[in-house]
């Protein structure tokens, strides 16, 4: 069982089983509030020309006192309850092995939810060989998979400080900003959220588009509607997992 999220590494993990294993090979995705409803999306469509069985678990990760308060190793809590999940899921199917997208890259961030895979039994064969994103992408390409330049995904509680409590309305706001500027063709973008100010982080080839009036306007208006009185550019571009990041001794 490959736990399959839309995006380019758990679809090139999930390919590589298929190919090997046949119909031996089964999908899960996981849906939560936490899950961005680009990423179904992407999850449904990326695999519906291969003959593979693909289930979806709904969690209410916001019921775990742990996950919602939104301490420093929230990600431990996450997926302990998200793996726990799908390990009893695939035992009643007769699975014992289950196995997840994590890439070399990823040790080299702060990711507390290794720790739970690794106390759960979770297997991560691009980490393990050593693969990195680049070269996952790379091999994804040559597959002729058709997502192999979607940019990362992370759930969408990564967008609000550690410390701050994790609420379904924050979680919203996020999703539909970033589906916002998806849909003005903004690519790679996270809308970190302090309160009821939105920081936008995005590359710097990127910034120039929204420093246009007409841009600036729309998204300001559509901002706000969302409930934001305060909508921000970060001039530090996007950086990933900047909200890991200390600042003056304490969390972003």
Request: proline share 5%; charged share 25%; with cysteine.
């Amino acid at each position: 069982m490959i736990a399959y999220s839309g995006g380019v590494d758990s679809t090139f993990l999930l390919r590589v089983a298929h190919d090997v294993l046949g119909s031996d090979a089964v999908a899960v995705t996981i849906d939560s509030p936490l899950t961005p409803a680009l990423d179904m999306t992407r999850a449904r469509t990326a695999i519906e020309q291969w003959d593979i069985p693909h289930h979806t678990l709904f969690i209410d990760l916001l019921a775990d006192e742990k996950v919602r308060t939104n301490p420093h190793d929230r990600c431990y809590h996450c997926k302990k309850e998200i793996f726990s999940a799908i390990i009893n899921f695939a035992r009643e199917r007769g699975i014992d092995a289950i196995l997840e997208g994590s890439n070399a890259d990823d040790v080299h961030d702060y990711r507390p939810g290794m720790k739970a895979l690794e106390e759960l039994g979770i297997h991560s064969p691009l980490k393990e060989a050593e693969l990195s994103k680049n070269e996952i992408r790379l091999l994804a390409r040559q597959m002729g998979l058709h997502n192999w330049d979607t940019p990362s995904a992370p759930c969408l509680a990564t967008r609000i400080p550690h410390g701050t409590p994790i609420t379904v309305q924050a979680l919203k706001q996020v999703d539909r900003a970033e589906e916002l500027l998806h849909t003005m063709g903004i690519k790679e973008v996270r809308v970190r959220v302090h309160g009821d100010l939105a920081r936008i982080e995005v590359p710097r080839e990127a910034m120039p588009f929204f420093i246009s009036e007409e841009h600036s306007a729309r998204i300001s208006a559509e901002f706000r509607k969302l409930g934001f009185r305060h909508i921000a550019l970060d001039i530090g571009g996007y950086r990933m997992g900047s909200m890991n990041r200390p600042t003056d001794g304490e969390n972003e």
